[in-house]
């Protein structure tokens, strides 16, 4: 049986989604920290941040 890459819950399709759930938390974590400087509430990123990180990957 052939290791799936390409197709759902492939492989390459796992990777490339928790790759980029990492960029959208890295980004987001650094969104809180410049609202933060600023003076801004980061409530709303804090919670779009928590919702990226318990998000599963198809």
Do not use: H, K, W, Y
């Amino acid at each position: 049986m052939a290791i799936s890459i390409l197709q759902d819950g492939g492989i390459l399709e796992n990777l490339l989604c928790e790759l980029g759930r990492l960029v959208l938390f890295l980004l987001l974590t650094l969104a809180i920290i410049v609202a933060q400087l600023f003076g801004f509430d980061p409530a709303p990123i804090i919670a779009a941040r928590d919702a990226i990180a318990t998000a599963d990957c198809p």
